[in-house]
């Protein structure tokens, strides 16, 4: 049969495609993705001739899970729609979310500040023209309580973007549930923690990787026993996306960090079985629709794979690949904003087509500042309509089977692996970060794309082609970082008058004493927030025992 | 006398706390690629740290790559040591996710030009090389 195709193809392109070719060319020599692999003019069952349904492809819900994870997928229950917010002060933030929440958003997800992500409390001087900018400033439980005031936690769940201190805003969220009258197991939500794409990509980083494998397998301990129900990571391709990888990268690196999380779980002493089902992972999704499907159905397998095979998880919740997609922000243009609801629209249509858990869209204004309000609203109805209005969820991986599709998630499958096993090689994710290999895969990859866009050989709507006057931008959300930063300092100054002083120094003391030693830091740290300590003082004591990374900058 | 003597010495800086350094790499590589000697101070500079690296390596110019909206505290901070140096001979250029509403700030401050998301780096390249004609 594929041989007959084969033939017949050969024919078809001598007889018709050589002369529609003679006649006009093609308008390229090669077309690629936007990652930059090539792509053919036509793919056929003869491209997928080892495709063996059961093995690869199988049914939604079972192994290896290609069609997606769930046996009814969208039919039983949407993806969460989870718009990242958060700005400003805790009592702002806060209204953003009932805001959000009131006009049909399904989950919180907490954007911090940067001083609050560094482990900086707002009064300390690094924080200087940052506090409230880029996220919300959380400086102790105070703020915390403030944040989700009147937000049941018990019904919400809630995904915070926090890594190296992640453990410290994890154990406030349990504090302010606790306070709440929700018992920790009835909390639900996701703290992304990944430390090691922090090192890669963000570069959000405080500890060295060492102390920083040590807090994340403490916290797999911990909330597998205590919250059981929270994902205790979210390991993220996002950033290394943003960063400039290409999709394939993306997918590989994510795996890889993923494969090293586990090791260090296992390395703790924990059952796999024990912490795998509450790994998570976060997606990018980029303009190239059926690169960005081929990529989630790749990363599917390819996971389940290595939790089976590698790591002989049992539980076939192990096995599944759950994952939260983000639309592009780097794909967002600061021209002609209005075009970005429309490359939000595709991105949104491809994390949806490759089967997510949950996703959030991007606001049009974001090339130029934290989204307004309206943007805010119009980035959440995007998913609504696509939800309720386009009919892409009445059936389940309905791109599966396209010999396009599956030609293209086998060999993104097989680049994928190309990758993890030089990883492997080199000892490692973290042997492979010491030596600057994913992060020099970044930039290679940044530069070829900055440069096919100065060449035209990418078109960018607005930016290198379609160009046109602009009108005035339109208003944008403005944060006066200094007036937030005096709001902070105030609450600051008031707390700790009014606080225990000597309980908060007797609970740092015993933290410090556990990171000396080998216990779990999570009951300290807790003990610690209760008696409100700030972020700053707690991460200072980590800081202080375990060193800061120092990066070894190239370009 | 410097090997390098008669090309231009940038300093790209990433000032403040945020990570995100793909366009100041991206950049750094452009600039060096258009024959210029590159300077990167590496991430979470203070201004301090940036004015005193742009004086040692005598610099022609200081490019700062910032992302986190907190360029109307770190562009003027810069601006004013330069001149408490006596280094305002330096060309002070911007890139970043910079609202159009500042930048006339930050030019009236002494900022020679913003780049916003989309420059293409041959116009960054191109505005530079104008500038420091003659040098």
């Known amino acids: 049969m594929n041989d007959r195709i084969k033939k017949e193809k050969e024919r078809w392109k001598n007889k018709m495609v050589d002369s529609a070719v003679k006649r006009h060319l093609e308008r390229k020599e090669l077309f690629t993705t936007v990652s930059g692999k090539p792509i053919k003019d036509l793919y056929t069952p003869a491209d997928i001739p080892e495709i063996d349904y059961l093995k690869k492809l199988s049914f939604p819900g079972m192994y290896p899970f290609t069609r997606g994870i769930k046996a009814t997928m969208y039919r039983g229950r949407l993806w969460t729609m989870r718009q990242f917010s958060g700005f400003a002060t805790a009592e702002e933030s806060n209204r953003r979310y009932r805001l959000l929440l009131e006009r049909g958003q399904t989950g919180l997800s907490v954007a911090f500040d940067l001083p609050?992500?560094?482990?900086y409390d707002s009064d300390h001087l690094l924080a200087i023209g940052e506090v409230g900018k880029c996220g919300v400033a959380v400086d102790s439980l105070q703020d915390m309580e403030t944040l989700f005031d009147g937000i049941p936690l018990g019904k919400v769940t809630t995904s915070m973007t926090i890594n190296a201190p992640a453990a410290i805003l994890l154990a406030m969220y349990i504090a302010v549930a606790e306070k709440?009258?929700?018992?920790?197991?009835?909390?639900?939500?996701?703290?992304?923690n990944d430390i090691l794409k922090e090192y890669i990509a963000q570069k959000e980083w405080i500890f060295p990787p060492l102390p920083s494998m040590r807090i994340i397998t403490d916290m797999f301990a911990y909330c597998s026993k205590e919250i059981p129900r929270w994902n205790t990571i979210?390991?993220?391709?996002?950033?290394?996306?943003?960063?400039?990888?290409t999709a394939v990268q993306e997918l590989a690196f994510t795996l890889a960090d993923g494969i090293a999380y586990a090791q260090a779980g296992i390395d703790a002493g924990l059952e796999i079985d024990e912490f795998a089902p509450r790994l998570s992972f976060f997606f990018n999704s980029h303009n190239d629709l059926f690169e960005e499907v081929a990529k989630f159905r790749a990363a599917r397998r390819i996971w389940a794979?290595?939790?089976?095979?590698?790591?002989?998880?049992?539980?076939?919740?192990?096995?599944?690949?759950?994952?939260?997609?983000?639309?592009?922000?780097?794909?967002?243009t600061a021209q002609q904003i209005e075009n970005n609801i429309v490359r939000v629209t595709i991105q949104a249509l491809a994390g949806i087509l490759g089967g997510t858990q949950s996703l959030h869209t991007n606001s049009k204004d974001e090339a130029l500042a934290v989204p307004a309000e309206e943007a805010a609203t119009t980035a959440l109805r995007t998913q609504q309509i696509l939800a309720y209005e386009s009919g892409v969820v009445n059936t389940i991986d309905p791109l599966g089977g396209s010999y396009f599709v599956e030609k293209l998630t086998d060999e993104m499958e097989e680049e994928a692996w190309g990758y993890i096993n030089k990883i492997d090689e080199m000892g490692g994710?973290?042997?492979?970060?010491?030596?600057?290999?994913p992060q020099k895969e970044i930039m290679e990859a940044a530069y070829r794309y900055q440069q096919a866009i100065e060449k035209k050989e990418k078109i960018i709507v607005g930016v290198n082609e379609f160009l046109m006057e602009e009108e005035e931008q339109p208003p944008f959300l403005m944060i006066d970082s200094e007036v937030e930063r005096a709001k902070q300092i105030k609450k600051l100054q008031a707390l700790r008058s009014k606080r225990n002083n000597s309980k908060v120094k007797e609970c740092l003391k015993r933290l410090r004493l556990a990171a000396r030693g080998k216990e779990n830091l999570m009951p300290f740290i807790l003990e610690s927030v209760k008696a409100y300590a700030f972020l700053g003082e707690i991460v200072d004591v980590l800081r202080e025992e375990f060193g800061e990374y120092q990066e070894p900058s190239v370009f | 006398m410097s090997p390098s003597k008669g090309k231009i010495r940038v300093l790209i800086a990433k000032p403040g706390l945020d990570g995100h350094d793909r366009g100041a790499k991206i950049i750094a590589r452009a600039f060096r690629d258009a024959g210029m000697e590159v300077i990167y101070t590496g991430l979470r500079q203070t201004p301090e740290q940036i004015v005193t690296a742009a004086i040692q390596e005598d610099v022609d110019v200081i490019g700062i790559s910032i992302l986190s909206g907190a360029h109307l505290y770190i562009f003027p901070r810069i601006i004013e040591l330069l001149k408490e140096k006596g280094a305002t001979d330096m060309l002070v250029i911007g890139g970043g996710i910079i609202p159009e509403i500042d930048i006339p700030k930050l030019k009236q401050m002494g900022v020679a030009e913003i780049f916003t998301p989309g420059t293409l780096t041959s116009n960054a390249i191109e505005f530079v090389k104008e500038k420091l004609q003659g040098k």
Do not use: N
């Not at chain 1, 979210?234 to 990888?245: M, P």
């Not at chain 1, 998880?313 to 939260?324: N, V, Y």
């Open chain 1, 234 to 245: 979210s390991i993220s391709g996002y950033h290394i996306r943003e960063a400039g990888a």
């Open chain 1, 305 to 332: 794979k290595v939790m089976k095979e590698r790591f002989k998880a049992k539980k076939e919740r192990s096995w599944w690949l759950r994952f939260h997609t983000q639309t592009a922000g780097c794909s967002l």
């Open chain 1, 180 to 192: 709440q009258g929700v018992k920790p197991d009835h909390i639900g939500g996701t703290v992304q």
């Open chain 1, 116 to 119: 609050t992500l560094m482990g």
């Open chain 1, 429 to 437: 994710m973290i042997a492979a970060i010491e030596r600057g290999f």
